[in-house]
């Protein structure tokens, strides 16, 4: 705590961040899919120092996902098609939820489903287990689910409808959402209006990657879902423009974040909190490395309060350090 009895991290900065009804400690989360099922990571940090850890999207129902290969490397980043293996709702709460909860790790539980009645079953199950868990995420834009559904948030009705079904789960709720449509705000106004407390932005971007020598698709699943660093200004563009044109909103911003640098300017883009996933495949302390990094930047940077900062760019606001500072962290680049 610092004088004025906030909570501050070593570097003497308020991390706190407030995500509509959800109050976190700081703004690092781990993103759905790529931190594992629980607490995976425990052997590499204290996962309860961070602000919430997103669990892979679960089902009600167990799932087998898609046939290998199942990722495959592009420079800049990854292209998956997972297919959202998973062992059902029943099955996450007796064999995962446990190693969270006794670790006291804030978690947010993700789900998916194939039909809205599926996303409620989701919901109606965990909402059975609810100690520990802060939040729901609803994915309502996995790239790789080959059923008769589109990608539920490229519809406004879709998406509304899934938020409205799993209301009763009776804790915040984010919608995640595709940057694979132009009907980004649309979508996030439906979210919000069926009682969504804000949204994740964004999911993995459609992609492809054929074997040039034998015309094979180089995904089990066909197409894949882009992420890491190449999605960077796509996620960071999105967030933005969704700030700009709805200033209230309450955004979860991820996409190819791998160090504090890139942390705060999401934040500065319009994000309460950000995510970082693929960054973990490399290196499994990211999350705990990047959170160090993004309190020392605000530090040097004379930011007391992040919470103060988010959404700068969209409201043409600007942060100014010190020119000393600032001409020493240039030349850091
Ligand atoms: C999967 C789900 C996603 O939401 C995503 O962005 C990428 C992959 C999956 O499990 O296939």
């Known amino acids: 705590m610092n004088k004025r009895g906030r909570k501050t991290d070593q570097f003497g900065v308020d991390l706190r961040t407030k995500l509509g009804p959800l109050e976190l400690d700081n703004p690092v989360m781990t993103a759905a899919g790529t931190s594992g099922h629980g607490a995976e990571l425990a052997a590499f940090f204290d996962l309860s120092e961070l602000g919430a850890v997103v669990v892979k999207s679960v089902s ?28 059902g709702m029943e099955g996450w709460l007796k064999e995962y939820l446990p190693g969270l909860r006794r670790r006291r790790i804030k978690t947010i539980v ?10 409620a079953r989701a919901s109606e199950l965990l909402a059975t287990e609810l100690d520990g868990i802060v939040a729901l995420e609803v ?3 996995c790239p790789n689910l080959k059923a008769k559904s589109e990608i539920f948030s490229h519809s406004v009705e879709a998406t509304r409808a899934v938020i409205e079904a799993v209301q009763p789960v009776g804790i915040p709720i984010f919608a995640k959402l595709s940057p694979n449509t132009h009907l980004v705000a649309e979508v996030a106004e439906a979210a919000l209006d069926a009682g969504a407390s804000g949204v994740t932005l964004i999911n993995t971007v459609l992609g492809m990657s054929i074997d ?3 015309a ?5 699943g066909g197409g894949g879902g882009l992420s890491g660093r190449a999605i960077r200004p796509i996620a960071l563009r999105a967030v933005y423009e969704l700030k700009k044109r709805i200033p209230e909103i309450v955004i979860i911003g991820v996409g190819g974040i791998s160090t504090g640098r890139d942390a705060l300017a999401m934040i500065l883009a319009g994000a309460s909190a950000i995510q970082v996933g693929t960054a973990t495949f490399s290196d499994p302390k990211a999350p705990m490395r990047i959170l160090g990094e993004l309190s020392e930047l605000c530090e040097r940077l004379g930011i007391a309060r992040l919470s103060d900062v988010v959404g700068y760019a969209p409201k043409g606001m600007k942060i100014t350090p010190a020119v000393e500072t600032l001409s020493d962290m240039k030349a850091e680049d």
């Not at 292209?79 to 062992?87: F, M, Q, Y």
């Not at 094979?216 to 089990?220: F, I, P, R």
């Open 60 to 87: 009600a129902f167990p799932w087998p996902g898609n046939p290998g290969p199942r990722l495959t490397p592009i420079p800049g980043g990854m292209l998956n098609s997972v297919g959202l293996a998973g062992p």
């Open 139 to 141: 994915n309502v834009s």
């Open 212 to 214: 040039p020598l034998t």
């Open 216 to 220: 094979e698709l180089e995904l089990g």
């Open 110 to 119: 993700s789900i998916w489903g194939r039909t809205v009645e599926e996303y």
